[in-house]
């Protein structure tokens, strides 16, 4: 990131479903994007939670949807970015966003790595339990 002074640091958890798309770039080139709410617990006010919307693009937009979950934590670093946009109206908004840079998933990484390893046994066992079915099957007389 070139300009510090335009940076956030955050760490919390998922607050909402990730909403995911890909949307059409002007040079024909396809990119991803995510956006969730991140919930950062407020020191100073105990049991209250602060709930910011956070905006991911490519690869990072990817990781998270893929990795995450609500409820999951991770640290994200970014910039803020103040748009103006005209509605259909014609009336004139501004827009601020916090666009994420990096993305740090560490613990949900190994979250992940324990799922996967999971479902790659639960598939072995099921892979083995239809080869048996099938074996039964085969050795059963049906007339």
């Not at 990131?1 to 940076?7: A, L, S």
């Not at 190994?110 to 083995?128: G, R």
């Amino acid at each position: 990131m070139n300009n510090d002074n335009n940076t956030f640091n955050l760490y919390g958890f998922v607050a909402t479903d990730i909403k995911y798309g890909i949307y059409d770039k002007n040079d024909s080139s396809r990119e991803s994007w995510a956006r969730l709410y991140l919930g950062l617990n407020n020191k100073y006010r105990k049991n209250n939670v602060e709930y910011v919307p956070i905006v991911l693009f490519g690869k990072n937009a990817e990781e998270v949807f893929d990795t995450l979950r609500k409820g999951s934590t991770m640290a994200v670093k970014g910039h803020i970015s103040y748009d103006s946009y005209t509605k259909k109206d014609g009336s004139k908004e501004n827009s601020v966003s916090l666009i994420v840079d990096e993305v740090d998933l560490t613990m949900n990484r190994v979250f992940k790595k324990e799922k996967d390893s999971v479902k790659a046994e639960l598939t072995e066992e099921n892979n083995i339990a239809q080869e048996n079915e099938k074996i039964l099957d085969d050795n059963y007389d049906y007339s």
